[in-house]
């Protein structure tokens, strides 16, 4: 009773308090007297406070009401999450990020707090580390309005993680259905991008889709192309450690970005240039001419597949819809042919369309002229003249076999009349960019591939 609190306060045991009349127990004074559970804790008391200066947007008073908050109960990770808010406000982003992290700690499975960590990381300019602070708080998000918000600041950090990630050059070799030549990439701010092919580069745009950051680091999603207008959807990712970057490009018409990273599409890129000099520097004029004729002249024989069974008379007729300036579908030329056949087409397709940026315009034009007998080889490159009529009988060769050929098997049903052939205009067509198409997909055949196929029949003629 109060006699012995009197007691203990007189023998000093004790501090006195502030009054003695407490209710006697059972007594109607005692028992309207609120619980201990139900007594505000100090820390919301704060805590209101806050929120009332952070409606008046007194960002820097909020704060501090937070702050008393957490010296009250720093184990509550509302406390740190409302401050972090607040900071942030307050254009203190670094504090706002401390806080957001203690947040997390606390309470891992709390959506807002990580959410809170990515909007510090956004405003500090670590879009990648932001991208994965929202990836975390989907993994755990519980209410629709949560995940909205959640999402929509991803795909924006995503987006610009990937840009940083994919920016400089890289380098990668196609597979061999693709032509297996080595291409370069060069992704550049603002959505450029030059693509480097035999040390040619074209350059061109491309737009970032559709891209998700996992919480490991990882970033995928879709990177349109638009190379010469000519555009292609690929498939994309890069790894944590940013060193490889896997691209892959429909194979099917109308172009579609791929789901997988395989088949004939892929192509895995290291950072960097391609390493080592090139390999026609200090070549001569002549010396070049000669390797572009050796390639194109192998890429001629490796066109159509060794049997064809009453199919040669296809070379012909996609020549004259070449040559009459039409664009011609793939499956016309392997018509029913395996889809080994097919890849090699493809391969050999693709290889045409390099050989002009292998070897520059010139020295296309120069050996076009040879081809059509406007320029004879002993003259215009003595040095090589033996080599190159070794070349040109070559064509006169895979002319006349196709001539024989042509000649003993029938013709397609469906293939047209033959028309009067038009006539080569001196320079060749500007050559289709250097992005891998569609086995299916409709493509023009480069001017030096329409050349030496007319050369050849014109050299059977006669």
């Known amino acids: 009773g109060q006699s012995s609190l009197r007691r203990l306060v007189s023998q000093g045991q004790c501090p006195q308090p502030e009054t003695w009349d407490y209710p006697v127990p059972g007594s109607a004074a005692a028992m309207t007297r609120p619980p201990a559970a139900d007594v505000e804790k100090p820390g919301e008391t704060h805590k209101a406070r806050g929120n009332e200066l952070l409606k008046a947007g007194e960002f820097r008073e909020a704060a501090a009401a937070y702050g008393l908050a957490i010296e009250a109960d720093a184990s509550v990770p509302a406390y740190w999450s409302n401050r972090s808010h607040a900071?942030?406000?307050?254009?203190?982003?670094?504090?706002?990020?401390?806080?957001?992290?203690?947040?997390?700690?606390?309470?891992?499975?709390?959506?807002?707090?990580?959410?809170?960590?990515?909007?510090?990381?956004k405003e500090l300019g670590r879009p990648h580390e932001a991208a994965q602070a929202c990836a975390a708080g989907l993994e755990v998000v519980a209410t629709e309005a949560e995940k909205k918000e959640l999402r929509k600041l991803h795909e924006v950090m995503a987006s610009a993680s990937a840009a940083i990630a994919l920016s400089g050059w890289w380098h990668g070799k196609v597979s061999a259905e693709l032509?297996?030549?080595?291409?370069?990439?060069?992704?550049?701010?603002?959505?450029?991008?030059?693509?480097?092919?035999?040390?040619?580069e074209l350059t061109g745009e491309y737009i970032l889709k559709d891209v998700e950051a996992s919480s490991d680091g990882?970033?995928?999603?879709?990177?349109?192309?638009?190379?010469?207008?000519q555009k292609?959807?690929?498939?994309?990712?890069?790894?944590?450690?940013?060193?490889?970057l896997r691209l892959c490009c429909p194979m099917a018409s109308p172009p579609e970005r791929p789901r997988t990273f395989d088949g004939p599409g892929f192509v895995g890129m290291g950072?960097?240039?391609?390493?080592?000099?090139?390999?026609?520097?200090?070549?001569?004029?002549?010396?070049?001419?000669?390797?572009y004729l050796t390639e194109l002249i192998e890429a001629m024989e490796a066109r159509l597949p060794p049997d064809t069974k009453g199919d040669s008379g296809i070379a012909d007729k996609l020549l004259e819809e070449f040559e009459g300036g039409g664009t011609v579908n793939s499956n016309q030329l392997v018509?029913?042919?395996s889809l080994e056949d097919k890849s090699k087409q493809m391969a050999n397709d693709n290889m045409l369309q390099a050989l002009r940026l292998k070897y520059t315009e010139s020295v296309a034009e120069a050996a076009e002229r040879l081809i059509?007998?406007?320029?004879?080889?002993?003259?215009?490159?003595?040095?090589?003249?033996?080599?190159?009529?070794?070349?040109l009988r070559r064509f006169k060769k895979a002319g006349e076999e196709e001539r024989e050929e042509k000649e003993e098997q029938p013709q397609l049903e469906d293939a047209p009349a033959a028309t009067p052939e038009p006539e080569l205009p001196v320079s060749a067509a500007a050559p289709a960019p250097l992005v891998p198409a569609s086995a299916h997909s409709a493509v023009r055949r480069p001017g030096?591939?329409?050349?030496?196929w007319r050369h050849c029949r014109r050299r059977c003629a006669t």
Do not use: I, T
């Open 335 to 337: 018509g029913p042919a």
């Open 372 to 391: 059509k007998g406007e320029a004879v080889a002993s003259a215009a490159h003595p040095a090589e003249a033996k080599d190159l009529e070794r070349l």
């Open 271 to 291: 950072r960097g240039r391609v390493g080592g000099a090139d390999a026609l520097e200090g070549l001569s004029e002549g010396q070049r001419v000669f390797r």
């Open 179 to 200: 032509g297996g030549f080595d291409q370069e990439f060069c992704f550049l701010a603002e959505g450029q991008l030059m693509c480097c092919v035999y040390g040619q």
């Open 448 to 452: 030096a591939q329409r050349v030496a």
């Open 218 to 229: 990882k970033l995928r999603g879709g990177v349109n192309v638009d190379l010469n207008g």
């Open 87 to 121: 900071l942030l406000r307050a254009e203190d982003a670094a504090g706002a990020l401390r806080d957001a992290d203690e947040a997390v700690k606390l309470q891992p499975g709390w959506a807002k707090a990580h959410y809170r960590r990515a909007q510090a990381l």
């Open 232 to 244: 292609v959807p690929y498939l994309f990712r890069v790894d944590g450690n940013r060193e490889m």
